[in-house]
């Protein structure tokens, strides 16, 4: 059957005590709402429509780029008239799904068992067995054990309240007999609004078949209603995602004190140590290893590659064995080929680093070409920006260049050349010879330190040096 999402994201979410809107509270570094929307989409011909209210502005500029059906609930009349609003553009043959923005750990796996279950004609809903259920509706079963209902927790009796399966939200049902359930609705209870878990009694009632559902781990389906649950859910996709990424073969120091907030893909034995962020969608070829306190941000790492403590690695490519920091950073254009190494409070922007060159110390390579076997040496500039331009600087194989040297761009340095440590370089230096720019050394005989001088001696010098220069009689 045809499948329609009906994402409810209208919510105010008060508790956040936040400007921002409840769904568009950030979940490793993503939206609320991107979560849910990226595990819909893994539902093979999905249509998803997004039922929005507070923020509604704040949320579509958000989530521009989704290609999604914006549905406005103009009043908060609560879930059953929100789902609602959405119906109205849903196929009577279709299988409608209910998910929530604020529900963002849901597995697509789970959700097809609810829309399997709708399509041979049931009410599927996910329930969760939980030690604790306050603020949750518990799932109310006859005799036989039979769905009859969902009380909410407001409503509840104290006998109900001490049931533990709850009611999650998520339900799946055929799409024009979820509507006539809906339109069937009424207002008769503590918050006065239509609740959808209402529906659930209708369907009873009408003799139909409900399938409650149990989800897997109580983690999927935790909701975000403040701070403190935002944090346990950031925790539970922490531990999610680490655990995929030991699965696939990488050994994590401490998987608690990792944080992946993208898609990561892992070679075999790589090692990630602990305070590592990895963000966007990262590469970690087989043996790279990941020093403690690493951000590493839309970037491939090479096999055999090992990038030491407190490096920052954004937009760049890095070939197999090289060798990265510490304390190093390597900026959006960066590319280092074969074995390169790149090492202490080094950065690296749009430049292209050549096979077995070093920039070891201290160092600033900026729209640089690089060949192979180079030697950069501590303190070395390329002087790239010249107030209004960028230029490049071209070092060819086999150069070295000395420590302490500024190299103006454009230049180029040539094949083999030599660069006096201290020089700067603006007109190039030829192929294999020896180029460098210094001031003769001078040593002045009758030069004294300077002495302390009283308070008063230093203030009269300070005044007098700071007097204006008398007007030239000429």
């Not at 989409?41 to 579509?60: E, F, K, N, P, S």
């Not at 769905?147 to 009611?167: C, M, S, W």
């Not at 006065?192 to 389906?221: C, H, W």
Request: overall charge negative.
């Amino acid at each position: 059957m045809p499948l329609s999402v009906v994402i409810l994201a209208a919510g105010q979410g008060r508790r956040m005590n936040s400007d921002l809107p409840k769904v568009l509270q950030p979940l490793a570094g993503e939206p609320l709402l991107q979560h849910v929307i990226r595990t819909a989409r893994a539902l093979d011909g999905a249509t998803l429509y997004v039922v929005y209210g507070h923020g509604g502005v704040q949320v579509q500029q958000a989530l521009a780029h989704e290609d999604v059906e914006w549905v406005l609930q103009a009043d908060q009349l609560g879930t059953g008239h929100a789902v609602m609003q959405a119906m109205t553009l849903i196929p009577d043959d279709h299988t409608v799904l209910v998910l929530y923005g604020d529900v963002p750990l849901i597995r697509a796996a789970c959700l097809k068992k609810l829309v399997d279950a709708a399509n041979g004609g049931a009410l599927a809903l996910l329930t969760v067995d939980l030690a604790e259920a306050s603020g949750y509706g518990r799932i109310v079963r006859d005799a036989a054990g039979n769905v009859t209902g969902i009380v909410e927790h407001k409503d509840a009796t104290p006998e109900q309240l001490a049931i533990r399966e709850a009611n999650s939200g998520l339900m799946a049902a055929p799409a024009g007999r979820l509507e006539e359930l809906l339109l069937g609705l009424g207002r008769n209870n503590a918050q006065r609004e239509y609740y959808l878990t209402d529906v659930v009694a209708g369907a009873v009632q009408a003799g139909e078949r409900v399938v409650a559902i149990p989800v897997a781990s109580a983690i999927e389906v935790l909701g975000v209603n403040d701070r403190v649950q935002l944090a346990q859910v950031e925790a539970g996709l922490r531990r999610q995602r680490t655990e995929e990424l030991m699965l696939a073969g990488a050994t994590l120091a401490d998987p608690t004190r990792v944080d992946i907030r993208g898609t990561v893909t892992v070679g075999r034995d790589v090692f990630i140590d602990v305070g590592a962020v990895l963000i966007g969608h990262v590469v970690l070829d087989a043996r790279v290893r990941v020093g403690p306190h690493c951000v590493i941000r839309d970037s491939r790492i090479g096999a055999g590659t090992e990038i030491q403590a407190n490096c920052v690695i954004e937009d760049a490519e890095v070939a197999p064995e090289c060798r990265v920091g510490p304390f190093a950073r390597l900026r959006p254009g960066a590319v280092l080929d074969a074995s390169a190494h790149i090492g202490n409070f080094v950065e690296v922007k749009n430049s292209h680093i050549g096979a077995g060159s070093k920039v070891n110390h201290l160092s600033y390579i900026g729209d640089a070409q690089v060949g192979s076997a180079v030697n950069v040496g501590a303190g070395t500039i390329t002087c790239n920006y010249d107030g209004a331009n960028k230029w490049p600087t071209v070092i060819e194989d086999g150069a070295f260049i000395g420590s302490g040297s500024m190299l103006v761009a454009p230049v180029r340095i040539g094949k083999d050349a030599t660069i006096g440590a201290g020089s700067t370089i603006s007109a190039g230096a030829p192929d294999g010879k020896l180029t460098l720019t210094r001031a003769r050394q001078t040593v002045i005989d009758a030069w004294k330190r300077p002495s302390k001088h009283s308070e008063e001696s230093k203030a009269a010098a300070i005044d007098q040096a700071l007097k204006p220069p008398k007007p030239s009689s000429g």
